[in-house]
Nanobody
Framework: QVQVVESGGGSVQAGGSLRLSCTVS????????VDWYRQPPEKQRELVAGMPGSGVSSVTGRFTVSRDNAKSAVILEIDNLAPEDTGTYYC?????????????????WGQGTQVTVSS
């Protein structure tokens, strides 16, 4: 079974930075793509940034996605935080599991981590 867990959220002042982690655990799997989403209060979930499973890092404006191979994690760094960045941040992982020699796709979400930015 593959599991996805986000961590690193918290309360920060505007202008600061934050580093969120998406840890993927399990056995016999490969990752095709990882995306970070956020859901502001009372709004729809929206895509923030993403990276192919084979990638090293990806930069989209203030958002940088990178790998931490030592921790089997995908990191989202957010610079120059603003109150509009407040919300729950989710990691979506898509890939393949090898079960007895056959490959099965998976598409998993973590439980989310809360980010609150104060002005």
């Amino acid at each position: 079974q593959v599991q996805v867990v986000e961590s690193g959220g918290g309360s920060v002042q505007a202008g600061g930075s934050l580093r969120l982690s998406c840890t993927v655990s399990g056995s016999s799997f490969s990752i095709d793509h990882v995306d970070w989403y956020r859901q502001p209060p009372e709004k729809q979930r929206e895509l923030v940034a993403g990276m192919p499973g084979s990638g090293v890092s990806s930069v989209t404006g203030r958002f940088t996605v990178s790998r931490d191979n030592a921790k089997s994690a995908v990191i989202l760094e957010i610079d120059n935080l603003a109150p509009e960045d407040t919300g729950t941040y989710y990691c979506n992982v898509r890939g393949l599991r090898n079960i007895r020699g056959s490959l099965y796709p998976f598409d998993l979400w973590g439980q989310g981590t809360q980010v609150t930015v104060s002005s």
